[in-house]
């Protein structure tokens, strides 16, 4: 099941994902992860058709694999061919590098293959449950048409989307998984096709997902749905309870320094400039990114230490904006209520002690216990630039880059 990346949580890999779908009784390709050549030989093995062809696909958390191109050029992260043909193609596949669309210019690292069965498929349909703010809870949303983005059915077929909303208290009823199949269209058995949308539901609400997304939900030539590529995203408030799918998380698929930040319960987001932010609010965060670029500069990313964040984390906070080398200055906006100045100013100290400043550092601290914190700082010897507001940050941020 197709994973990407994106704020409402982990997503599993399109093997994983299938995996998880499949305990939850729903049909899934046939097909095998395979992690190193050897591996990839018996899934060769073990997956070709009658005609001895395979489906091999790169495993990245990102769309766009099938256009997608390797660094090493070769062209395509999913391909179908025979089987010793498939075997060369793994050897340049895996451990390689992936950029698509979504990756950006430096990719994804392919670390696992997996290996599919060729599917026999009459139709495609488009089947999704999303959280809706309208109606606070569930949406199913299908389309008789898909295999395409559901931007683009949307344009196309807008007759043809069906919307049903869930009450989250009640659950999907018989009546709601029929009217739902009915708006697909489907040609096979209705009550065994109920059956999986009702299972597409029970695994959306088990494993505290955000989002299912099947496309396409494919018709096998005797009228059996199958779940032929599906992107799975998950709660991240509810890692305490679904320890076994928190577990499947890829590393390798992420910017280390979100790994990193993500071990000090740090919300980390890192960009293209070359300003480093350190804020304490989401709020804040992005006011303090929106008036750099006002004022001309650039941000190199989104550091929210939270409300409450303890000295150590404010010196794993800076380890991580000093260790980014595209970082030319750094912007501190603290505005104190729970989150205390003087332990920030505490934690800038002993960062820079641990990890050295060696860039302009510009410090703007207000609220609880700001005279302490400003006392810290000035008597710690650090050359810092000391600022009024959050508008003379931002100036003096990017002036320090001129």
């Not at 008789?144 to 344009?155: C, M, N, Q, V, W």
């Not at 196309?156 to 659950?171: A, V, Y």
């Not at 018989?174 to 949308?197: N, P, R």
């Not at 595209?326 to 003087?342: E, H, R, S, T």
């Amino acid at each position: 099941m197709r994973g990407q990346a994106d704020e409402k949580g982990e997503v599993a890999h399109e093997y994983q994902g299938a995996q998880l779908m499949a305990k939850f009784g729903i049909n899934v390709p046939e097909g095998l992860p395979a992690h190193s050549i050897k591996e990839v030989e018996s899934a060769l093995k073990a997956m070709a058709d009658e005609k001895g062809e395979v489906v091999i696909k790169s495993q990245i958390l990102a769309g766009g694999r099938g256009l997608g191109k390797f660094t090493n050029g070769l062209q395509g992260g999913v391909h179908i061919a025979k089987v010793d043909k498939a075997l060369e193609l793994a050897k340049q596949m895996l451990g390689g590098t992936l950029v698509t669309k979504q990756t950006g210019p430096a990719g994804k690292p392919v670390n696992t293959l997996y290996i599919a069965k060729k599917m026999k498929l009459a139709r495609e349909m488009y089947f999704a449950i999303l959280l809706d703010r309208k109606t606070a809870g569930p949406i199913m949303i299908g389309c008789s048409e898909g295999g395409t983005s559901i931007e683009d059915l949307a344009e196309k077929f807008p007759d043809k989307i069906i919307k049903i909303p869930i009450d989250i208290r009640q659950g999907i009823t018989d009546s709601q998984a029929m009217q739902m199949v009915e708006g697909l269209k489907v040609t096979g058995s209705k009550a065994e096709a109920a059956q999986q949308i009702k299972g597409l539901y029970n695994l959306f609400v088990k494993s505290d997902c955000t989002m299912v997304e099947v496309n396409p939900l494919a018709e096998s030539p005797d009228g059996k749905l199958i779940a032929a590529d599906a992107k799975l995203g998950f709660d991240d408030n509810a890692s305490y309870r679904q320890k076994e799918i928190f577990a499947m998380k890829d590393d390798s698929q992420i910017d280390p320094r979100e790994v990193a930040a993500a071990k000090y319960d740090l919300n980390y987001i890192g960009l293209d400039g070359n300003i480093g932010c350190m804020v304490n609010g989401a709020g804040l965060a992005m006011a303090t990114m929106d008036i750099i670029k006002l004022h001309g500069g650039s941000p190199a990313n989104f550091l929210d230490v939270g409300g409450n964040a303890s000295e150590q984390q404010v010196v794993e906070a800076f380890k991580i904006l000093t260790g980014d080398k595209q970082v030319k200055a750094i912007l501190v906006n603290i505005f104190g209520g729970i989150m205390k100045c003087d332990v920030i100013a505490s934690g800038i100290v002993n960062a820079a002690k641990q990890v050295g400043v060696k860039v302009p550092l510009v410090v703007r601290l207000e609220g609880t216990n700001v005279e302490q914190g400003k006392k810290i700082l000035k008597s710690s010897g650090l050359a810092l630039i000391a600022a009024d507001d959050l508008d003379d940050a931002a100036k003096k941020a990017v002036a320090t880059l001129k």
